[in-house]
């Protein structure tokens, strides 16, 4: 961990060919500033042209995942009121870069969520492509409760993930959602027993980082982009991502453990 990373409170490892990003203010239940914002950015960034890296997992030290930005840090400043439009410029590139960046990357992500996953740190679980959570964890939406809306992504990520009708239930009415009541509603992938979070999220890691790592991302790549066009377009992107996973040394890893009847053994490449 860099010291910048680590004055910023956040812990940034590879192990096991896993990019591994700990929110690391667990006195602030881990909300971030845009200091922490910018580690975050800048190794994501460095993950994406890292050939060696077959996955990345969000995780929160303490009792809480995030509690999502920290508004205290970035009020702190000298008190001149800053020029229009500032807060504007700034989201579109601290903020919301970071949900593009997890978004766009063609790794998975997963998020590992104890505890309160609210605000920007609820935005961070949703953009991954997969949240596994206690069952007693907390999923929330603040921000109409403290009279502003939503931002990175909260309105175009929810109802995609639980439909329009939910979506204002949680958005608008500020409506917490347990792990098992997020798990139910299929805003997120799995709930479990407090007891198990960390072995089962250690499972379903180890999975995804033995994948077929180029096939992963271009198929995360392609349901991305379904969301938004239309059937021609959605088929001619999977035509795209199927030519460049046929050339892969897994796809013929994979023919060859379909005809010895075996399991592949695939090495992201």
Partial sequence: MTSSA???????????????????????????DTNAVSVIIEAL????SNDGLRAVVMTGRGPDFCSGADWVASNSGSGDRPR????QRR?????????????EIQLPVVSIVQGWAAGLGCQIALASDFVIAS????????????????????????????????????????????GTEAASWGLIHRAVPDAMLDSAAASLVDQ?????????????????????????????NEAFALELSSRTGD????????????TPTFRGR
Avoid: Y
Wanted: aromatic share 6%.
């Fill in 6 to 32: 680590k004055d910023a409170g956040i812990a940034v490892e590879i192990r096991d060919q896993v990019l591994r990003l700990e929110f690391n203010r667990p006195e602030r239940k881990n909300s971030l």
């Fill in 45 to 48: 960034v460095q993950a994406s």
């Fill in 84 to 87: 229009t439009g500032n807060l």
């Fill in 91 to 103: 989201t579109a590139l601290q903020a919301h870069r970071m949900i593009d960046l997890l978004m």
């Fill in 135 to 178: 069952e007693s964890s907390r999923f929330w939406e603040p921000f109409l409760t403290r009279g502003f809306s939503p931002d990175s992504g909260a309105t175009w990520l929810v109802p995609r993930l639980i439909g329009v009708a939910r979506a204002k239930d949680f958005l608008l009415l500020g409506r917490e959602l347990s």
């Fill in 208 to 236: 995804l980082a033995q994948a077929a790592t180029v096939a992963v991302g271009l198929t995360k790549r392609c349901v991305n982009r379904s969301l938004n066009t239309g059937l021609t377009e959605a088929m001619e």
């Fill in 251 to 262: 796809f013929k890893e994979g023919l060859l453990a379909f005809k010895e009847r075996r």
